[in-house]
């Protein structure tokens, strides 16, 4: 990486985070109000429980800063783009890709009827994501059992 473009994210950087300390700061320090008064009912608060007027602006600067963060994982490979080294974070993240498409298409879509939720709140897309989610998780915790067993296998041979 060249010295110019280095100094340069550098102060990005630090204007991030200077972004995210007056976030903090707001967060932490800054007005908030009784659940009460805006009727928000939040299971868990108690009617004397403060609420910060900023948590909504700053969980969209968390949701943007992680979306930097994804974007700047995939497209700073790609500048600085070398096969040799990057083949196997490709063949990685296509194993990735693989295992979300056998998850979507294992996962189901049908509405059923679940106690204590409103039916109009569970759409087939909504169980579709959430089977998708789940079997993403089930599939990933057998591949990585599998790899340890592999793994100790392979060690008990050598």
Known sequence: MTDKLSNILRFVLYGLM???VVFAFLLYFGPSVLPKDYDIDIIGLGED???????????TWT???????????VIFPL???NF???????IGLAGLVVVLLIAYLFSGSEVF???GIEPEK???????????????????MGLAFLSIIYVEIAKMFK
Request: positive net charge.
């Open 79 to 81: 500048v600085f783009f």
């Open 49 to 59: 429980t403060n609420i910060p007027i900023h948590i909504g602006t700053a969980l």
């Open 113 to 115: 009827g679940i106690t």
């Open 122 to 140: 569970i759409t087939p897309g909504l169980i579709k994501t959430v089977g998708t989610g789940l079997n993403m998780m089930y599939l990933m």
């Open 84 to 90: 040799k080294k990057a083949k196997g974070t490709l």
């Open 63 to 73: 949701y943007v800063l992680i979306v930097l963060a994804a974007i700047s994982a």
């Open 18 to 20: 200077a972004i995210s």
